[in-house]
């Protein structure tokens, strides 16, 4: 790699990091009270996600560890925001899935954090966010790569 492309990368990956630090920061700030930025996470995958997902497939859609995932799991059942049983073919396993409630928690999460991340879109302009979506997806799928 040259030293421009190096640069670059530093640069680059330096904006995204800082991007990702300041996002974090202000959607927790309006998550609704009790919620953690990894609790509305994994409540909107699983409020897309078509059926159940066992704690290790989310681990691994959220590149964690089993127990972190478990850990924010066993939070969300305590909130009753996720349903948690055991896998009917194999008594090892558990499946887990949105709860009515953890549903509802979702849609007020969105509600909340919508309005802030609209209005800096909205300042960035529409077309150039929708420009950036597939450098940024590209990226993503290339450091899934590396693991």
């Given at each position: 790699?040259?030293?421009?492309?190096?640069?670059?990368?530093?640069?680059?990956?330096?904006?995204?990091?800082?991007?990702?630090?300041?996002?974090?920061?202000?959607m927790?700030?309006?998550?609704?009270?009790?919620?953690?930025?990894?609790?509305?996470?994994?409540?909107?995958h699983?409020?897309?996600?078509?059926?159940?997902?066992?704690?290790?497939?989310?681990?691994?859609?959220f590149?964690?560890?089993?127990?972190a995932?478990?850990?924010?799991?066993?939070?969300?059942?305590?909130?009753?925001?996720?349903?948690?049983?055991?896998?009917?073919?194999?008594?090892?396993?558990?499946?887990?899935s949105?709860?009515?409630?953890?549903?509802?928690?979702?849609?007020?999460?969105?509600a909340?954090?919508t309005?802030?991340i609209?209005?800096?879109?909205?300042?960035?302009g529409?077309?150039?966010?929708?420009?950036?979506?597939?450098?940024?997806?590209?990226?993503?799928l290339?450091?899934?790569?590396?693991?």
């Amino acid at each position: 790699m040259s030293r421009p492309t190096e640069a670059l990368a530093v640069s680059l990956f330096s904006e995204i990091l800082a991007v990702d630090q300041l996002a974090r920061n202000t959607m927790a700030r309006v998550l609704p009270k009790g919620m953690e930025l990894s609790h509305f996470s994994v409540l909107n995958h699983l409020a897309f996600a078509q059926g159940e997902r066992s704690p290790a497939q989310l681990a691994r859609t959220f590149h964690l560890s089993r127990s972190a995932m478990t850990n924010t799991l066993g939070k969300l059942e305590w909130n009753g925001w996720v349903h948690i049983r055991p896998d009917w073919e194999d008594a090892r396993r558990k499946m887990v899935s949105i709860s009515a409630s953890g549903q509802v928690a979702r849609d007020a999460a969105v509600a909340s954090i919508t309005p802030l991340i609209s209005d800096v879109v909205d300042r960035v302009g529409a077309e150039r966010a929708r420009a950036a979506l597939p450098i940024l997806r590209e990226l993503r799928l290339r450091l899934g790569e590396v693991d």
